[in-house]
């Protein structure tokens, strides 16, 4: 070591430093550390000269090649002083140790840091100034103690829960201990103090409070809870508290004391006498204090019978009944029911004031029914047996049933029916003169002289009270016949025509009918001859159609059949189907059809000259010369009246074949062209896919035509025409689309239909379509099948004879079909060829088979292996079997080998 004047020159060049122009933190090995511990502080930096200085003091200094410790750390120290860093580790730390150091460098620099040492926390008890107490009254005083540690914080807990300071708990002595003021039963504990420092921490032993409160929360209950309870039956009353030690009780009913001290109270067999204010009353002889519960007890005997009685008189509508409910037993309430509903109270339903009598005044027809009373008390109900009231009225006003008019030498029934209860008798007067004593009467046949006035009288003979009513009858002659003639002329549009009602008999009134519905006159229809007759001004053909007259009277009235009307109409404007293009050296067909009844008769002229004398029209083969207007002429014999019609035809050179071509073989993944080869002059082509146009980036629009003709069938004979009309039926096939995908699309003239690249969901019939303004030509399907593969090559094993014999299959999705080669173990050589391979398990035939396959278009190789170990053992409880077993190896090994 240096000598003391050394040190001292030292120690006055560092003191004299000026102070450092920054002050960094030196980094602790462990912060903060238990008593006896060692650490160490360090630093990135290198300090060369300066010194470590703990709270002032000199703990080493560092000159160039030399580190000078003070005596009294001498024996606890160790400096480390590198290119890379600056270190000091200190031993057996003190309490004493605690404070700030510091490294300090002649170069302004200086870095410090804050060291804790910490005595660890040890037996850490827990005592209570008093641990019995009473809720409310006392104080609870709770003190922690620690046989060894320093800078200790407290925690206090009470069962699992941390306790916080309130109005009624305070901590004292710097958290030692705990004061809780007024206690409560929740304060009983366990308590425990938590005593910790940054080293260490102890827990003390449970200390528990015994705290005696209550009595209180006292309840009573009464089972069966009831307001009201029932005469004989069993109550009892249960008495609860809470209250620390166990309160006594005593029970009293009306402030009479009872021979009773248990918490429960039972009463039987109750009466009325046992009616009364029951309480129970507890006493805590600790904490000197009463608490009690009462309740009020009500007993009622129940009703035993109710029964619905009247007073012995009928219930006669317009007149007063009353029904009153009669009842065993103390009754508070009584309700009424009409057929089940409730009943209450209106202009015709009287109640008394406790609703035990009611009263219907007056009676009314509505008021037959089932009535029943309920009688209510606080503990039973009871509801009478149903009483029938039976409501008698009528009879009321009575009405006849039958005819006002009638013919001679008819029987009729007159049928006089009023309501009535009960059932009215009934009698029939016929000019004063009595007829029958029943409610139907049957007149013998009648006579002109039988017409007049009938009279019914009903009678109930319990009301007393009759009602009568009469009927005038008169005898009318029948209308027997109507129908409907017409003029031997057929109607035809235009002209007028007229149809005639014919009847016979007195008819009062005619009116005409058309398919079922009135037929009003207008300015072209009109009924003259008091509607007998009914004229067209002129007839037109939606007349057509299903016409009745109706003749009637005052007693009768008749129908006649039906007249079909059928109006002979036309030729309409023909209309011609066909296409107005067509190919050189093909045919043209024109079809005219013109509405006409009967059916037209055609003609078609083409420059002056009849060319046909049928609906249909024919034309080829076709030559240019052969363009022009086709004029279509509809003629219909009956109405002597022709239509005409013209259709140009344009002759167009004929596409003579489509064609689809390719020069390429289809490989999945590589580019594809399919070539439409077309020879004649078209318009456009598009491609077909299985049937449906393939979209493509550009917007076609097309549609095909196609006809059938159906004859108009024509059935008549003298006044009976029918008529069946049959349309042309077209179906029209529009293809729109404006799409392109992302692997196919055709060059600008569609010649080309071009797979960058094809794949194998390409596959189909392609098919390319030439179109000019007579049609489209479709070329001959397409069939694309694209090579490739192999994909997915899999070996298979399956096992024979007993596991002796093994067979391998290599599969491959594959496009045509791969080619199959086995090696064994890597030979060059292939040991077979074909997708399977069959093979005893013996010799040298173990080891791995690998499968090649070879697709011979696509020209891919995909390789697989397979491992084939020794054949499995086989079990067979049997000698004889394995004798058996070993012949068959012995043979495998023979044909094998």
């Not at 070591?1 to 120690?11: D, K, T």
């Not at 309490?95 to 660890?120: H, R």
Request: contains cysteine; charged residues 15%.
């Amino acid at each position: 070591m240096e000598s003391p004047a050394v040190f001292v020159l030292i120690l006055a060049t560092i003191s004299f430093e000026a102070a450092p122009a920054h002050t960094q933190t030196l980094l602790v090995s462990e912060n903060p550390l238990p008593v006896g511990s060692q650490v160490t502080l360090y630093d990135k930096a290198t300090v060369s000269t300066g010194a470590w200085i703990f709270e002032n003091q000199f703990i080493v200094l560092i000159v160039p090649g030399q580190e000078i410790i003070t005596n009294s750390y001498s024996n606890r120290v160790t400096l480390n002083t590198t290119a890379n860093f600056t270190s000091l580790t200190i031993k057996s730390l003190t309490v004493e140790d605690s404070g700030m150091y510091t490294l300090q460098g002649l170069n302004s620099f200086s870095a410090n840091a804050m060291l804790s040492v910490q005595e660890p926390v040890s037996d850490v008890t827990l005592k209570a100034k008093a641990t019995n107490l009473v809720e409310y009254n006392d104080t609870a005083v709770l003190m922690c103690s620690v046989s060894n540690g320093t800078s200790l914080s407290y925690v206090w807990m009470n069962n699992s829960l941390a306790i916080t300071a309130s109005e009624r708990i305070q901590f004292s002595d710097k958290g030692a201990s705990l004061t809780i003021d007024k206690v409560t039963r929740y304060d009983g504990g366990p308590f425990r103090c938590n005593v910790s420092n940054a080293v260490s921490g102890g827990i003390s032993p449970p200390v528990n409070l015994n705290i005696s409160y209550g009595p209180s929360n006292t309840t009573l209950m009464i089972m069966p809870m009831k307001y009201t309870h029932k005469a004989g039956s069993n109550i009892t009353l249960s008495c609860s508290t809470d209250s620390k030690p166990q309160a006594t009780i005593k029970w009293m009913v009306d402030g009479m004391a009872l021979d009773h001290s248990d918490s429960t109270l039972h009463l039987k067999s109750v009466t009325e006498n046992d009616m009364g204010k029951y309480e129970c009353i507890f006493h805590n002889a600790v904490t000197l204090r009463f608490d009690s519960a009462n309740a009020m007890i009500k007993i009622e005997d129940p009703i035993t019978a109710v029964v619905v009685k009247d007073k012995g008189k009928p219930a006669i509508v317009d007149k007063s009944f009353t029904m009153y409910c009669d009842a065993t037993g103390s009754v508070g309430k009584v309700h009424w029911w009409k057929n089940g509903h409730n009943i209450s109270s209106d202009n015709t339903t009287v109640f008394d004031m406790n609703k035990k009598t009611l009263t219907l005044n007056p009676v009314q027809v509505s008021d037959k029914g089932n009535y029943q009373c309920q009688a209510y008390n606080n503990v039973s109900s009871m509801t009478s047996d149903p009483y029938t009231l039976e409501v008698y009225y009528g009879p009321m006003k009575p009405t006849i049933m039958g005819p006002k008019y009638v013919k001679v030498g008819d029987n009729v029934t007159l049928s006089c029916n009023a309501s009535s209860n009960p059932p009215s008798t009934y009698k029939w007067y016929f000019n004063g003169s009595m007829l029958a004593d029943m409610s139907k009467y049957v007149t013998p046949p009648f006579t002109r002289n039988m017409s007049g006035k009938y009279t019914c009288m009903a009678f109930n003979n319990i009301t007393g009270e009759n009602s009568t009513v009469y009927k005038f009858l008169s005898v009318v002659d029948p209308i027997t016949a109507v129908k409907i003639e017409a003029p031997m002329k057929h109607p035809v549009e235009g002209y007028s025509y007229y149809l005639t009602c014919n009847v016979t008999g007195p008819a009062e009134y005619v009116y005409w009918m058309k398919n079922g519905e009135r037929l009003y006159g207008d300015d072209r229809k009109t009924m003259h001859m008091d509607n007998n007759t009914l004229k067209f001004y002129p007839v037109e053909y939606n007349d057509t159609g299903y016409y009745q007259c109706v003749a009637t009277n005052v007693a009768w009235n008749k129908t006649s059949p039906a007249y079909k009307l059928l109006v002979y109409f036309g030729p309409k404007k023909p209309f011609i189907h066909g296409l107005g293009y067509a190919e050189k050296g093909k045919f043209a067909h024109f079809y005219c059809l013109a509405e006409s009844l009967p059916l037209s008769y055609y003609s078609w002229w083409y420059n002056g000259s009849e060319v046909a004398s049928t609906s249909l029209l024919v034309i080829g083969p076709l030559s240019y010369n052969m363009s022009g207007e086709y004029t279509c002429v509809a003629y219909n014999n009956v109405t002597g009246k022709n239509s005409t019609y013209s259709k140009m035809l344009t002759v167009i050179e004929a596409i003579e074949s489509v064609m689809v071509k390719t020069d390429t073989v289809p490989i999945e993944f590589k580019d594809f062209t399919l070539i439409c080869e077309v020879i004649g002059p078209y318009d456009k082509i598009y491609w077909m896919m299985d049937d449906m146009p393939l979209n493509h980036s550009y917007y076609y629009n097309y549609m095909y035509h196609n006809y059938t003709h159906h004859n108009y069938n024509y059935n008549y004979t003298y006044h009976n025409y029918n008529y069946t009309h049959h349309n042309y039926n077209y179906n029209y096939t529009y293809y729109n689309y404006n799409y392109n995908d992302n692997t196919t699309y055709t060059d600008m003239s569609y010649h080309t239909l071009k797979f960058t690249p094809v794949t194998k969901y390409n596959n189909g019939k392609y098919q390319c379509v030439a179109t000019n303004r007579a049609g489209h030509h479709a070329s001959a399907p397409y069939m694309l099948l694209v090579n490739y593969g192999p994909l997915n090559v899999t070996i298979t094993r399956s096992d024979a004879l007993f596991g002796l014999v093994t067979s391998l299959v290599c599969l491959a999705d594959s496009h045509p079909e791969c080619d199959f080669y086995w090696f064994l173990n890597n030979h060059t050589s292939p040991r077979e060829t074909g997708s399977t391979i069959s093979f005893p398990l013996i010799g040298n035939n173990e080891g791995n088979y690998t499968c090649k396959a070879t697709n011979p278009v696509t020209g891919i190789t995909m390789y697989q292996t397979k491992a084939v170990g020794h054949a499995s053992a086989l079990y067979t409880p049997f000698h004889g079997s394995l004798m058996l077993m070993g012949v068959f190896a012995l043979s495998f090994t023979v044909l094998f080998n």
